[in-house]
């Protein structure tokens, strides 16, 4: 199993206490080992296969945020424990600002998280390998949640990515959002509030508003 970097950091030490702690109680020892484990499984990898069209969901969890800025579009995506928290390029193109915002730590659900510590990753998509119809800015949010306190970016200024690649993490639950270039509409949108999502997998923003476009990754 493919794991998030850090996660032997976090799980270590209930593992190494685990042992320890079954001198003086089974149970204490039991739930040692089951923190451990699930850290590890919080922090888990899989490896995921983007479709061969289409902008595609950065993040596992259940769409939270679907709503209109002004010109844009924001889709929100709420991450439950269980899921996958390792946040995929919904777009392919060139990263040009990875900028760090401090904030609260709301939970991630609320209206209040908004003002949460954020990270945003800023992209210059790629037309011709995107559902967009021209070379636009979009930018991907990670936001921290009442127990995500570390967010960790894989990506800097000037890389180049392709749909599906990896972003970076937040580790202990949290929220990403995509900010769509202004060309995109909200009834362009191919999720509703409420839907689930597969990170790298899940369309959510197929041809269906700009015709037939060639979007396999270059």
Known sequence: MNLAPG??????????????????SVTASVVALALGVGTLAFFRDPERTPPPTGVVAPADGTVSVLREEGDRVRLGTFMNVWHVHVVRAP????ITDVEHIPGANKPAFSKDSDRNERVHVRFETDAATNQLPTDSEATVTFIAGAFARRIHPYCEADDELDRGDRLGHIAFGSRV?????????????AVDPGDSMTAGETVILDDGPFGEFDVLDA
Do not use: R
Request: charged content about 15%; cysteine-free.
């Open 7 to 24: 996660a032997w950091k976090y799980a270590l030490v209930p593992l190494l206490a685990a042992p320890f702690a079954f001198i003086f």
């Open 91 to 94: 777009f392919a193109g060139t």
């Open 177 to 189: 959002d995509v900010l769509f270039p202004p060309a995109v509409d909200i009834d362009d949108i």
